[in-house]
């Protein structure tokens, strides 16, 4: 599941900063480059005259080159395997859609791989949400092991937020995992694989093989996509989120621009986005755009190829990207939206697959697609700046650019591990799950039936897809399909901290207050002792850990703990039903050496509630509970007992209950690994074989 929306971007100006250089600099330069034509005029006469000694010299440096490059490929090792592990990660496939469907005969390749091999529901995480759940099922381990809890993480020191999927220093990416996957393990023993889009691979892993980042990828300003959206509209001061919105003024030409990486100049107080204008004329009915030479046209309802952008940075720095706009409307107003700006694959700003140009080689092969880690915009939906036509429009476009990709490489997979992960379902259950629950408050009985249906569609879509892959596959090889976690609506959203603030946990700076504003601004923290970020995280305001903390370590944390617990599964809502399932205190789901990062407590929602868009930053709203108005309806951010994901596989497995903790030991198990050296990588799943 790529979950976010909101989340997308925390701070509009957050992301990547890039320091221009300046005249002065520039100067000081053309006299290195002169002292350097100096030295290497002198080198050159040295070469002229003694050419003999020279050439003997080369020779040997050659001879050495030659020698070592030799030792370091036979060091390699030979792999023995000579089968096939395909994998396909098919997010948010539910067991309550997927078993009736199948007993309809409407998926008739997932009903084959069931009766050939196993079919069985899979155990998610612990929370199940798509960042965790994937990066346990490619480590084989639990967030105590590998370090991702949630999309949002949160700095004791300071309190300040961040998302956990990508981290940038000085302009270059840092992994975020804490330990090895799977394909790290199989490329040590010289074992192919083919990783495409798997969650939290930015920045790619070297491995033997390729790999295509996922989940995790930015856009060009840095952030997890924002769109844009220009509009003639009067000025509205109605909160965006996700993007940005540009009120102009509506003549025969609209002069407008795009926003891209911020820079920092010499001299300048504060860094500032670049920019790159461009103009929107009207012309009888449509548009046309004139962007850094470019021209193209738009009508209304119209989508438009990809437009390549190019913005300066510096001197010698330029970030190229790709994106899309659609025209929503021209009269009586002129509304044009513009996708997230993505990285170009032919020549991304920041390393987006292994080897550097895989991305590019593939770009020449199906043409220019969606790098962003999580390119549907599902935001700009709730924003209502697109449309549910124009959305699926978008899906359809990145699913066909990921089943490109995918055949291509299955067209010349002969032997190793290829993996590929397909997003679309779980976006279009969060999408159009209010088509399908009667008591979701935006269920509407007389909807197009295309929309009540859409869900299916695209489990019939996801069988498809399965149906060209197990033509691929022999009896000899190993074929895995599995979904993360399931899905459930999501009809009422609970503001966590508004909870703790009600009973006395949380206490702002203003007693007056009615609410305090997102990212923990209004927290009197020498007065808090808990609080809640992310889609369920409650914190205890820690002495010692956090920087204002006043709960005691020991006997006092766990007594605060237990207390929390005990009051939020006695919480009913209006209507009598508990809001939460369980509370989960973090020593019972968490374990390994970064468990000190762990939230004190994870709430497993009832059915039907989830952490409000405004608890994920740290908000804390008047209410307790409200109907959930958003058209984003379907959610899995609840206890995972009751959401849980799907397995099959082409072969028989030995474990009643599977987690997908268990998917990364199969795959060391089935491609050769002793069970000494998979013993000694300390999993917490275990082989199904």
Not at 225 to 238: E, I, L, M, R, V
Not at 512 to 527: H, P, R, T, V, Y
Not at 590 to 597: A, C, K, L, Q, S
């Given at each position: 599941?790529?979950?976010?929306?909101?989340?997308?971007?925390?701070?509009?100006?957050?992301?990547?900063?890039?320091?221009?250089?300046?005249?002065?600099?520039?100067?000081?330069?053309?006299?290195f480059f002169g002292f350097l034509l100096l030295f290497f005029k002198n080198i050159f006469k040295f070469f002229k005259s003694n050419k003999r000694i020279v050439i003997i010299l080369l020779s040997l440096?050659?001879?050495?080159?030659?020698?070592?490059?030799?030792?370091?490929?036979?060091?390699?090792?030979?792999?023995?395997?000579?089968?096939?592990?395909?994998?396909?990660?098919?997010?948010?496939?539910?067991?309550?859609?997927?078993?009736?469907?199948?007993?309809?005969?409407?998926?008739?390749?997932?009903?084959?791989?069931?009766?050939?091999?196993?079919?069985?529901?899979?155990?998610?995480?612990?929370?199940?949400?798509?960042?965790?759940?994937?990066?346990?099922?490619?480590?084989?381990?639990?967030?105590?092991?590998?370090?991702?809890?949630?999309?949002?993480?949160?700095?004791?020191?300071?309190?300040?937020?961040?998302?956990?999927?990508?981290?940038?220093?000085?302009?270059?990416?840092?992994?975020?995992?804490?330990?090895?996957?799977?394909?790290?393990?199989?490329?040590?023993?010289?074992?192919?694989?083919?990783?495409?889009?798997?969650?939290?691979?930015?920045?790619?892993?070297?491995?033997?093989?390729?790999?295509?980042?996922?989940?995790?990828?930015?856009?060009?300003?840095?952030?997890?996509?924002?769109?844009?959206?220009?509009?003639?509209?009067?000025?509205?001061?109605?909160?965006?989120?996700?993007?940005?919105?540009?009120?102009?003024?509506?003549?025969?030409?609209?002069?407008?621009?795009?926003?891209?990486?911020?820079?920092?100049?010499?001299?300048?107080?504060?860094?500032?986005?670049?920019?790159?204008?461009?103009?929107?004329?009207?012309?009888?009915?449509?548009?046309?755009?004139?962007?850094?030479?470019?021209?193209?046209?738009?009508?209304?309802?119209?989508?438009?190829?990809?437009?390549?952008?190019?913005?300066?940075?510096?001197?010698?720095?330029?970030?190229?990207?790709?994106?899309?706009?659609?025209?929503?409307?021209?009269?009586?107003?002129?509304?044009?939206?513009?996708?997230?700006?993505?990285?170009?694959?032919?020549?991304?700003?920041?390393?987006?697959?292994?080897?550097?140009?895989?991305?590019?080689?593939?770009?020449?092969?199906?043409?220019?697609?969606?790098?962003?880690?999580?390119?549907?915009?599902?935001?700009?939906?709730?924003?209502?700046?697109?449309?549910?036509?124009?959305?699926?429009?978008?899906?359809?476009?990145?699913?066909?650019?990921?089943?490109?990709?995918?055949?291509?490489?299955?067209?010349?997979?002969t032997n190793g591990i290829l993996f590929a992960y397909f997003e679309s379902p779980d976006i279009i259950q969060h999408m159009f799950w209010r088509y399908t629950d009667p008591q979701h408050p935006l269920?509407?009985?007389?909807?197009?039936?295309?929309?009540?249906?859409?869900?299916?569609?695209?489990?019939?879509?996801?069988?498809?897809?399965?149906?060209?892959?197990?033509?691929?596959?022999?009896?000899?090889?190993?074929?895995?399909?599995?979904?993360?976690?399931?899905?459930?609506?999501?009809?009422?959203?609970?503001?966590?901290?508004?909870?703790?603030?009600?009973?006395?946990?949380?206490?702002?700076?203003?007693?007056?207050?009615?609410?305090?504003?997102?990212?923990?601004?209004?927290?009197?923290?020498?007065?808090?002792?808990?609080?809640?970020?992310?889609?369920?995280?409650?914190?205890?305001?820690?002495?010692?850990?956090?920087?204002?903390?006043?709960?005691?370590p020991g006997k006092e944390t766990q007594t605060l703990k237990q207390e929390i617990s005990q009051k939020l599964l006695k919480w009913q809502d209006t209507n009598g039903q508990p809001v939460v399932n369980?509370?989960?205190?973090?020593?019972?789901?968490?374990?390994?050496?970064?468990?000190?990062?762990?939230?004190?407590?994870?709430?497993?929602?009832?059915?039907?509630?989830?952490?409000?868009?405004?608890?994920?930053?740290?908000?804390?709203?008047?209410?307790?509970?409200?109907?959930?108005?958003?058209?984003?309806?379907?959610?899995?951010?609840?206890?995972?007992?009751?959401?849980?994901?799907?397995?099959?596989?082409?072969?028989?497995?030995?474990?009643?209950?599977?987690?997908?903790?268990?998917?990364?030991?199969?795959?060391?198990?089935?491609?050769?690994?002793?069970?000494?050296?998979?013993?000694?990588?300390?999993?917490?799943?275990?082989?199904?074989?």
């Open positions: 599941m790529p979950t976010m929306a909101l989340v997308y971007y925390i701070d509009p100006g957050a992301g990547i900063t890039v320091t221009a250089v300046g005249g002065g600099i520039l100067a000081m330069l053309g006299g440096m050659i001879l050495a080159g030659i020698y070592l490059t030799a030792r370091k490929y036979m060091k390699k090792p030979k792999s023995q395997f000579q089968n096939k592990v395909i994998i396909l990660g098919f997010d948010a496939l539910s067991p309550q859609i997927i078993e009736p469907l199948m007993a309809e005969g409407k998926l008739p390749n997932f009903a084959k791989l069931k009766q050939a091999g196993t079919y069985t529901h899979l155990n998610t995480t612990n929370p199940p949400q798509s960042p965790v759940a994937w990066t346990g099922f490619a480590t084989g381990k639990n967030p105590g092991k590998n370090g991702i809890y949630d999309f949002i993480t949160r700095n004791p020191d300071d309190y300040s937020l961040s998302l956990s999927l990508s981290e940038i220093k000085d302009t270059e990416p840092q992994p975020v995992k804490k330990t090895a996957s799977f394909w790290n393990y199989t490329s040590d023993k010289g074992i192919n694989n083919v990783i495409l889009n798997a969650p939290v691979t930015f920045p790619p892993d070297k491995i033997k093989g390729k790999m295509l980042s996922g989940m995790g990828v930015p856009d060009i300003l840095g952030t997890e996509g924002t769109f844009s959206f220009y509009t003639t509209k009067p000025k509205q001061k109605n909160k965006v989120t996700g993007g940005k919105v540009f009120y102009l003024q509506k003549t025969s030409q609209i002069k407008a621009n795009l926003l891209g990486p911020r820079v920092a100049r010499v001299g300048h107080k504060s860094a500032e986005n670049s920019k790159i204008p461009f103009t929107i004329s009207l012309n009888q009915g449509h548009v046309d755009i004139k962007l850094q030479n470019n021209r193209f046209s738009l009508a209304p309802k119209q989508w438009s190829d990809w437009q390549e952008v190019a913005f300066k940075l510096g001197p010698f720095k330029k970030a190229k990207g790709i994106l899309r706009f659609y025209l929503v409307s021209t009269n009586p107003r002129v509304q044009l939206y513009a996708s997230p700006i993505n990285l170009d694959p032919r020549d991304p700003f920041f390393p987006i697959s292994y080897p550097k140009n895989y991305s590019r080689q593939l770009t020449d092969k199906i043409g220019l697609f969606h790098t962003q880690g999580m390119p549907m915009d599902t935001w700009a939906v709730n924003e209502k700046r697109l449309d549910e036509i124009a959305f699926l429009e978008q899906v359809n476009q990145i699913d066909k650019e990921r089943q490109d990709i995918l055949n291509l490489e299955l067209k010349q997979f269920y509407e009985p007389d909807a197009p039936k295309k929309y009540k249906t859409k869900i299916q569609d695209w489990y019939v879509k996801m069988d498809q897809i399965l149906g060209r892959v197990l033509k691929q596959a022999s009896d000899q090889d190993l074929l895995i399909v599995l979904s993360d976690h399931g899905m459930d609506s999501f009809r009422r959203s609970v503001h966590l901290n508004s909870w703790l603030r009600t009973n006395g946990y949380l206490i702002l700076r203003d007693s007056n207050q009615s609410s305090g504003k997102e990212l923990l601004e209004d927290i009197n923290w020498q007065k808090t002792k808990a609080y809640s970020i992310g889609f369920g995280a409650i914190y205890l305001n820690q002495k010692g850990r956090e920087g204002k903390g006043i709960v005691k369980k509370v989960y205190k973090s020593e019972d789901i968490f374990w390994g050496d970064y468990v000190h990062e762990a939230p004190d407590l994870y709430l497993g929602f009832n059915s039907g509630y989830r952490a409000s868009w405004q608890t994920v930053l740290g908000t804390v709203p008047g209410k307790l509970i409200e109907d959930n108005l958003k058209k984003w309806s379907g959610t899995h951010l609840i206890d995972p007992q009751l959401v849980s994901g799907v397995l099959f596989t082409n072969k028989k497995i030995v474990k009643q209950s599977p987690s997908i903790l268990d998917i990364a030991p199969t795959i060391l198990d089935f491609t050769g690994f002793s069970k000494q050296e998979i013993k000694q990588i300390d999993f917490d799943g275990q082989s199904l074989l």
